[in-house]
């Protein structure tokens, strides 16, 4: 029998995509609505989804699909449970990106720790022209040697950000996870991580227990002037708690890559706090060439192995 696959969101993945080493009736649209799930999917034994959501109702109306085979590493948009209950296989893309959302990360650290957008905006404002002197002092430009870096999230991403920072001379901590009350060897208590981090950097799932990790109570907890970067989910920290305390001066600032909701509204807090210690990037620290081709290999690989009767990279 010749499967059926759809992939609901080719978009999403601007690179070719190997062609799948088995006979199957390949389908692929640009993007998909909530709304055009099931006609799409109706005879479909395989699913690729990218970001299209998939609840309980709507794997309930699919009683032919098999395997949801998830182009991300993330799965917080799809029902697992409801997955499990009806039969349906669902893997994820592992490892694809951990330097290149490393170094995402890391450009963001450097960055905001430099002041470097506060600097080209006075350049571009003609400050520097107005100096009596060859340079023109403005923001604070801090070190990366010496200061502590806080990850919270110790997987493959957070891993590879902890070399970079320490071969620039930082000291790295990891996270415990918060509320637990002892700290596993290797990790710090979270209270003690946002204490005594320069910076924080957000490397965790999101899940019910990471929701909102970071609002108003973690982010007075912070260190003074500390930078918080997020290259993970934006439903990790609250953003309009961290829109004040960059304006309070709570925080040196903030580099995020994911909001929230993508694609944003127009007055999302970040978006519309245009604040010369913040920088927001469109959800592309995973998007190098290298690494999006990786993630197209590793999505055929894990397809042709659930049809070869193997388990690869699966989360159910």
């Known amino acids: 029998m010749t499967d059926t696959v759809v992939f609901l969101d080719r978009d999403s993945l601007p690179v070719p995509v190997p062609v799948l080493p088995f006979p199957a009736r390949y389908l692929e649209y640009p993007a998909t609505s909530v709304d055009e799930i099931v006609e799409r999917c109706a005879s479909a034994r395989i699913v690729i989804s990218n970001k299209v959501p998939f609840d309980r109702d709507t794997l309930r109306r699919l009683p032919a699909l098999k395997l949801l085979a998830i182009a991300a590493t993330g799965y917080n948009h799809v029902d697992l449970d409801a997955c499990r209950e009806q039969g349906v296989a669902v893997c994820n893309i592992r490892h694809y990106g951990d330097s290149t959302v490393a170094e995402h990360a890391f450009a963001l650290m450097l960055a905001l720790m430099k002041n470097l957008p506060a600097y080209q905006r006075d350049v571009a404002a ?11 002092f403005g923001a604070p430009i801090r070190d990366l040697r010496g200061a502590t870096l806080g990850i919270v999230g110790a997987g493959g991403i957070g891993q590879t950000l902890a070399g970079m920072a320490r071969a620039f001379g930082m000291r790295v901590l990891f996270a415990e996870r918060k509320g637990r009350p002892d700290a596993r060897p290797g990790y710090v208590g979270f209270e003690t991580l946002l204490a005594e981090s ?24 912070m260190k003074p002037g500390a930078v918080l970067i997020n290259t993970a989910r934006g439903g990790l920290v609250d953003e309009a708690a961290l829109v004040a305390a960059l304006k309070y001066g709570q925080l040196g600032g903030a580099g995020f890559d994911v909001l929230s909701s993508e694609p944003p509204s127009a007055d999302n807090p970040l978006l519309k706090a245009r604040l010369p210690n913040l920088i927001v990037t469109p959800h592309v620290g995973w998007a190098s060439r ?15 192995a659930f049809v070869a009767g193997e388990a690869r990279n699966r989360l159910d």
């Open 126 to 136: 003609g400050v520097w022209q107005q100096s009596r002197q060859f340079c023109h």
């Open 198 to 221: 320069d910076v924080v950097s957000l490397h965790c799932p999101l899940t019910e227990d990471t929701r909102l990790l970071i609002a108003q109570p973690e982010l007075m907890a």
């Open 290 to 304: 290298e690494a999006m081709t990786r993630l197209a290999e590793q999505l055929v690989a894990n397809i042709a």
